[in-house]
T-cell receptor, first 117, second 117 residues
Framework: GDSVTQMEGPVTLSEEAFLTINCTYT??????LFWYVQYPGEGLQLLLK?????DKGSNKGFEATYRKETTSFHLEKGSVQVSDSAVYFC????????????????FGQGTILTVHP | SAVISQKPSRDICQRGTSLTIQCQVD?????MFWYRQQPGQSLTLIAT?????????ESGFVIDKFPISRPNLTFSTLTVSNMSPEDSSIYLC??????????????FGPGTRLTVL
């Protein structure tokens, strides 16, 4: 079945450092890929998404590129801020060849990011 | 994106009792989902709820334990029955929004934090 594997956490960085959180997946067909973020005490928010190979999702300075050849969707940010401290989840949903996703999200285990001033 | 609310936001319950969680969306949606996030863990799909049909449960989840109602296109409930401390989790509902082809996305409610004593 489908699965998502994220890099082990927690990740601790100083403000303005470069961030990479690795995510790899196993899925059949053409999954859509997502990064969700959960700030302390809050619900899950969509950060960015990509629906086909070589697509780049971006939002709030974060980026991730859908790499089908390496089955990866690594999250990056050039300069993190204290306000980026949160738990980050990589996820996938199955899609058809046209890119229309349907139903169930499969999540990675989450990566805790702490950014110090 | 759809605005999703959940009630209650948190509750502390005694073992053996049941709790019904409500999920309200500000627009009509076809597919609604219920997830569980156990402490320090990732999200796991409990079931998919489509209006007018029985909910579809994932492996490891059964209707007797987690009955779901979906009376219309903007509302759903999840009941956690005969609770035990192992049911202590955050329960989240989500909806799938259909945009342009390739942009279908799930959005999440704020979650219900349940503690069972």
């Amino acid at each position: 079945g489908d699965s998502v594997t994220q890099m082990e956490g927690p990740v601790t960085l100083s403000e303005e450092a470069f961030l990479t959180i690795n995510c790899t997946y196993t899925a059949t067909g053409y999954p859509s890929l997502f990064w969700y973020v959960q700030y302390p005490g809050e619900g899950l928010q969509l950060l960015l998404k990509a629906t086909k190979a070589d697509d780049k999702g971006s939002n709030k300075g974060f980026e991730a590129t859908y790499r089908k050849e390496t089955t990866s969707f690594h999250l990056e940010k050039g300069s993190v801020q204290v306000s980026d401290s949160a738990v980050y989840f990589c996820a996938l949903s199955p899609s058809n060849a046209g890119g229309t996703s349907y139903g169930k999200l499969t999540f990675g285990q989450g990566t805790i990011l702490t950014v110090h001033p | 994106s759809a605005v999703i609310s959940q009630k209650p936001s948190r509750d502390i319950c005694q073992r053996g009792t049941s709790l019904t969680i409500q999920c309200q969306v500000d627009s009509q949606v076809t597919m609604m989902f219920w997830y569980r996030q156990q402490p320090g863990q990732s999200l796991t799909l409990i079931a998919t709820a489509n209006q007018g049909s029985e909910a579809t449960y994932e492996s490891g989840f059964v209707i007797d334990k987690f009955p779901i109602s979906r009376p219309n296109l903007t509302f759903s409930t999840l009941t956690v029955s005969n609770m035990s401390p192992e049911d202590s989790s955050i329960y989240l509902c989500s909806v799938e929004e259909y945009g342009l082809i390739g942009t279908d996305t799930q959005y999440f409610g704020p979650g219900t934090r349940l503690t069972v004593l």
